[in-house]
């Protein structure tokens, strides 16, 4: 009797560890009904294990401005992860990242950069920056993305 029982507790903890390793890190997307790099931009954060929540607004420029994006980081879509902004074709390698960085409000990929997650143009690319806008407003490289 002590095999089955033995068998069923295991059985119970290999499960839950399965849930908790597959629960999915939750972000807010807000994007234009319209746009359609934000929906191949929300398939690469999919695919790399994060749970989208995708809200389509009216008015982009009021979610930029309640969520404290600076216009000079603007691009088409913002997202919220942890309580900090994500805006544009930020790949997902620095959104994950972006919740380990108490310094910053937030990050952005300003403009539509060519190669981009979300703007990948068959052999096309170019070169682009992720921005980090820190708690006192200043604008600091977080990574760097060469052109190929």
């Not at 979610?63 to 994006?69: A, C, P, T, Y």
């Not at 994500?86 to 390698?93: K, N």
Request: hydrophobic share 40%.
């Amino acid at each position: 009797m002590k095999t089955p029982l033995r068998l069923a507790l295991l059985s119970v903890l290999f499960t839950t560890t399965l849930a908790q390793a597959a629960e999915l890190i939750p972000i807010d997307v807000h994007r234009d009904a319209n746009c359609g790099c934000c929906k191949q931009w929300i398939s690469h954060l999919q695919s790399n294990g994060l749970k989208v929540n995708d809200h389509v607004e009216a008015d982009m420029g009021a979610v930029k401005q309640r969520l404290g994006v600076a216009p000079r980081l603007g691009s088409c879509h913002t997202a919220v992860i942890d309580g900090k902004f994500v805006e544009g074709h930020v790949p997902a390698e620095q959104v994950l990242a972006l919740r380990q960085r108490a310094d910053l409000r937030g990050i952005a990929a300003p403009g539509m950069p060519l190669g981009s997650p979300g703007m990948e143009v068959q052999g096309r690319s170019e070169a682009y920056q992720v921005i980090g806008l820190t708690r006192d407003g200043d604008d600091v490289v977080v990574a760097d993305y060469p052109a190929h």
